[in-house]
């Protein structure tokens, strides 16, 4: 399994902006994608957007689109994800993972490497 460890976190007040990354410990030429979750107190972990390695697709989750981008640099292994326009309720831990099916999915269940999660506080 490939190892994923995100960075970027913290607080942040309402309005602001932060910056994921995630970095795979290996190439990614024979991986399909990437996504990332997250997961607040209390609530399931849900979907947040996926990158393709090859040909960079992208899908958002309604709650983001239009305030996160997800992006990939394929020649560092990385994933990142910018937020912009933050609300108190994407307070959450955010977990990248790798997608193990061909096909676009949103089910935590497809995604077979998580990381180990980081912690986003934003402040109302």
């Known amino acids: 399994q490939v190892q994923l460890v995100e960075s970027g976190g913290g607080l942040v007040q309402a309005g602001g902006s932060l910056r994921l990354s995630c970095v795979a410990s290996e190439r990614t030429s024979n991986r399909y994608a990437m996504g990332w979750f997250r997961q607040a107190p209390g609530k399931e972990r849900e979907f947040v957007a996926s990158?393709?390695?090859?040909?960079?697709?992208?899908y958002y989750a309604d709650s983001v689109k239009g305030r996160f981008t997800i992006s990939r640099d394929n020649a560092k292994n990385t994933v990142y994800l910018q937020m912009n326009s933050l609300k108190p309720e994407d307070t959450a831990v955010y977990y990248c993972?790798?997608?193990?099916?061909?096909?676009?999915?949103?089910?935590?269940?497809?995604?077979?490497?998580w990381g180990q999660g980081t912690q986003v506080t934003v402040s109302s």
């Open positions: 993972a790798d997608r193990t099916t061909a096909y676009r999915t949103t089910r935590p269940a497809d995604f077979g490497s």
């Open positions: 990158i393709t390695w090859t040909g960079g697709s992208t």
